[in-house]
């Protein structure tokens, strides 16, 4: 069956502009997750939802949002964009929840300039 | 109390040797420890996990070992080989609602031949 994918892969924005991250799940699969990895910090929890529902939110401040579709898709955004921000985003669904194995996307890389 | 500490940072092991990277926890609410291996340019994929009712799990060449009391699991990597290269994560989370996952900050592995 087909992963997870999410697009684009590659991003380049300027600072000060938005941008929108879409991440489409394993089919069936209903929790949807994104995460920010960068060197210095990590794989870093961004948010989770459940059937179009918020469940879980990192500590990331409010310029990064997302939501979830009645087809399980999901889309981030994050908003006036700051040179801190360039990282790889990843997305990762599971049946139920990252406790019961998420797989992830091959993510989207931005890069802010 | 959410932190995950993971070491070490980097690893060098000859073919057919053992891989051992280790983690450590401060939440005793965590339930559940998985561990994801990461390819360059792929999102992390899950290699096993285990939950606290058990001390050891293998699964192939791969094994974690859980110490409850010291609040710290391992995963061994036996018989390694170059094609185990990859940046290895560790991770917690608790099993009882939408519980994010907390990483480790990652150990990349590099098996020579």
């Known amino acids: 069956k087909a992963g997870v994918t999410q697009t684009p892969r590659y991003l380049i924005k300027t600072r000060g502009q938005q941008v929108t991250l879409s991440c489409s799940p394993i089919s069936g699969h209903r929790s949807v997750s994104w995460y920010q990895q960068t060197p210095g910090q990590g794989l870093q929890f961004l948010f989770e939802y459940f059937s179009e529902t918020q469940r879980n939110k990192g500590n990331f401040p409010g310029r990064f949002s997302g939501r979830q579709f009645s087809n399980s898709r999901s889309e981030m955004n994050v908003s006036t964009l700051e040179l801190g921000d360039s990282a790889l985003y990843l997305c990762?669904?599971?049946?139920?929840?990252?406790?019961?194995?998420?797989?992830f996307g091959s993510g989207t890389r931005l890069t802010v300039v | 109390q959410q932190q995950v500490k993971q070491s070490p940072q980097s690893l060098i092991v000859q073919k057919g040797g053992i891989s051992i990277i280790n983690c450590a926890y401060e939440?005793?609410?965590?339930?559940?420890f998985p561990w994801y291996q990461q390819f360059p340019g792929k999102g992390p994929a899950l290699l096993i996990a285990?939950?606290?009712?058990?001390s050891e799990k293998k699964e192939g060449r791969f094994t974690i070992s859980f110490n409850k009391s010291a609040k710290q699991f391992s995963l061994h990597i036996m018989d390694s080989q170059p094609g185990d290269s990859a940046t290895y994560f560790c991770?917690?989370?608790?099993?009882?609602?939408?519980?994010?996952?907390?990483f480790g900050q990652g150990t990349r592995l590099t098996i020579n031949p």
């Open positions: 991770a917690a989370s608790r099993e009882q609602g939408a519980q994010k996952l907390v």
């Open positions: 285990i939950r606290p009712d058990v």
């Open positions: 939440n005793t609410a965590f339930d559940y």
């Open positions: 990762a669904s599971s049946l139920w929840g990252g406790n019961y194995g998420y797989t």
